[in-house]
């Protein structure tokens, strides 16, 4: 009987536990539901906070835009001029891998541009290892990538298709996870590996008209600049990384071409004399060995 | 006996919190009104960037807003890096509330003196696209505007700042979105509770560049 009795009290109390527990959990699926319902309401009657108030947006240009400027200055390929794949090796930290991925981007258009496809696939390759680094391997891993880029490789049409394809993949994935202070640091390695490539080229040539490539590329420094103190996470690398850039633009901005051209530099291309870009490009050098080695 | 029941319970109390976790589950899948218009979004996106065609592809980004009780504006800033002609691809069907203005200038808001080089008004539910040429144009019209207002040029000075207006180029634009004020909307919830209601919209940008 004594035993019959508590099996009825183990039995209630195992109850009441077991009902307890069910209505604890279903209290918090109804708070859940209720921040849920907010914003699955109608759109005009959500309360959800708009993640995306900034009241300034800089748009930079892609980094197959920056290997077409060098490509359409009649620019010839040169080997050695971008960044060594088994560098990659060497990004341990986020930034940096981050920073070479866009120099990566760079150099892989560079390569396609000038119709390099067996060096353009291994850019892409560690490309696609960087992008799983940093979180962006979804990328690469959609409709086969690497696979139709070998497959299509002596085809320049749709090598180039796949590369916008792969531009509008990387904005798409960097707009729908937040990612801008990521953006921001990617499009500086494309820049600053843009700025070399031009750099080199520039240095063993006397084409004063090449020397506009610096200054059309010049012309973005001062947003990139804005962007990177914009990013968040403010790394020792990063505040040193935009000093470095901002003494460059402040020494390009000190050269005599660029002076005389006064306020008008906001909309001329700018041809520098040969001893000019020598003075600016052991800065670009500097400043590339900073961010790849 | 005793176990048994014990034993009952226990598996009812274990499977307790998976079904929980299923009906959860269930949940998540659903898509919200909210996530619906983010999907429509991503598709108005891809019709601005086929928007861009014969251009190249350069870059796209969506603005989002809400309306408040007053005038205020977004600013995006683009790098027309070469000197070429660049299309810009707007769509403002995710704009379903009061139309928004868009105006483009070649410096940022700070300069009081900057250039207006393009205006249209009462944007929404619609898509368009402009090109640079027209800005250049503009640009040109306003510098030549401040040569000829300024009397202290020589003849020889006022050509050749003439020569170098027709050389300049839109390195630079600045898209501001000015989002007109609304009024202050509150409704109440079924427990009577007092909620402000937001309006939210979003225009996309898509630019290319001509290959030419």
Redesign the interface.
Known sequence: MI?RK??IY??LF??V??TF??SC??EN?ET??EV?DD??????????I?T???????????P???A??LN?ANMKYEEGLANNISNAKLYSTKFKQSINFGVYACDLAYCVTNEKYEEASKYLKVSKDLAAKIGMESIFLSDNLVERFEANVGNQDSIMSIL?HV??MT??YI?DNDLSDLSVIYFTGAWVEGMNIGTHTMLGNDDHKISILLS??M??AR?IIRGLRAVKSQTEDLVDLTDHIEEVVNAYNNLWSVKQEGE?I????VELKHEEVISISEMILELREEITL | MNIRYILFFLIIFILNPNFESQKKGKKKEETTPYQEYLILLREYKKSCRTALKPFRYDGALTTHFSYKDYDYSKEVEIATIQNQIYRLSFNANGITGDGIKIKIFDKPKKFRTRILLYEKENVSASDFIIETDIMIEELKKAKNKELENNTEFSDEERNYQKSIIEKLRVKKLYIDYVIPASERVFEEDEEGNEKRVITKAAIILAVGYSNI
């Not at chain 1, 995306?52 to 892609?62: A, E, K, Q, R, T």
């Open positions: 035993m508590f099996d183990s039995l195992l109850f536990f077991a527990n069910i959990e279903s699926s859940i539901n849920q914003s699955s309401d109608d759109l005009s009657h959500s309360i959800e708009d995306m108030d900034d009241d300034y947006v800089f748009m930079p240009p892609s197959i835009q920056i077409s400027i359409k916008f531009q509008m904005d798409d707009y059309e590329q012309t973005i947003s008008n906001e909309y001329l291309d």
